[in-house]
T-cell receptor, first 110, second 112 residues
Framework: SQTIHQWPATLVQPVGSPLSLECTVE??????LYWYRQAAGRGLQLLFY??????ISSEVPQNLSASRPQDRQFILSSKKLLLSDSGFYLC?????????FGPGTRLTVL | GQQLNQSPQSMFIQEGEDVSMNCTSS?????WLWYKQDPGEGPVLLIA?????ELTSNGRLTAQFGITRKDSFLNISASIPSDVGIYFC????????????FGTGTRLQVTL
């Protein structure tokens, strides 16, 4: 069966520091992968999606970037965090239309 | 754009009551998905609907794909405390099967 992992689970970072969040999927090959951000009490905002290794599409201009160095690995990065980057970051994979989400990373930027 | 409007925004109900929430759009969708998100966790898929008029059940949950393909309903019967969470509807964006648009969510609180 397929599983999706995210780490770290929680992160507290100072403004201006770098960021690296990792997502890995097991049990499937060549999945579409997605990064979402969710502000407190709000809906899901799609940040990036990838249909294959090295293929990244950005949905929202921001100071975040994404990379897919391996088929089942998706990384969200930033060189300098802003206060507004705080939120709950979710990774998802899909085969077809249905998306399956990871457990999320809670990021607090102070 | 293809926006999904969910109502109600939040609900406070007593344990044992039935719950009904809906999702509407001005655009046609070919698939409707319903997710539940527990606090601090990722959304979990509850029900997927693929055909207009389709009625699908998953335990105490029942969802319907509206005939017009512009709406969907989710009902929960005999609510229990673990039903607490945020319920999202979602559907694929026009022109792509790989990106979803999500509703704004319905927050459900269950009191004993």
């Amino acid at each position: 069966s397929q599983t999706i992992h995210q780490w770290p689970a929680t992160l507290v970072q100072p403004v201006g520091s770098p960021l690296s969040l990792e997502c890995t999927v097991e049990g499937t090959s060549n999945p579409n992968l997605y990064w979402y951000r969710q502000a407190a009490g709000r809906g899901l905002q799609l940040l990036f999606y990838s249909v294959g290794i090295g293929q990244i599409s950005s949905e929202v201009p921001q100071n975040l970037s994404a990379s897919r160095p391996q088929d089942r690995q998706f990384i969200l990065s930033s060189k300098k965090l802003l206060l507004s980057d705080s939120g709950f970051y979710l990774c998802a994979w899909t085969a077809g239309v249905t998306q399956y989400f990871g457990p999320g990373t809670r990021l607090t930027v102070l | 754009g293809q926006q999904l409007n969910q109502s109600p925004q939040s609900m406070f109900i007593q344990e044992g009551e039935d719950v009904s929430m809906n999702c509407t759009s001005s655009s046609i969708f070919n698939t409707w998905l319903w997710y539940k998100q527990d606090p601090g966790e990722g959304p979990v898929l509850l029900i997927a609907l693929y055909k207009a008029g389709e009625l699908t059940s998953n335990g105490r949950l029942t969802a319907q794909f509206g005939i017009t393909r512009k709406d969907s309903f989710l009902n929960i019967s005999a609510s229990i405390p673990s039903d607490v969470g945020i319920y999202f509807c979602a559907g694929p964006l026009r022109g792509t099967a790989s990106k979803l648009t999500f509703g704004t969510g319905t927050r459900l609180q269950v009191t004993l």
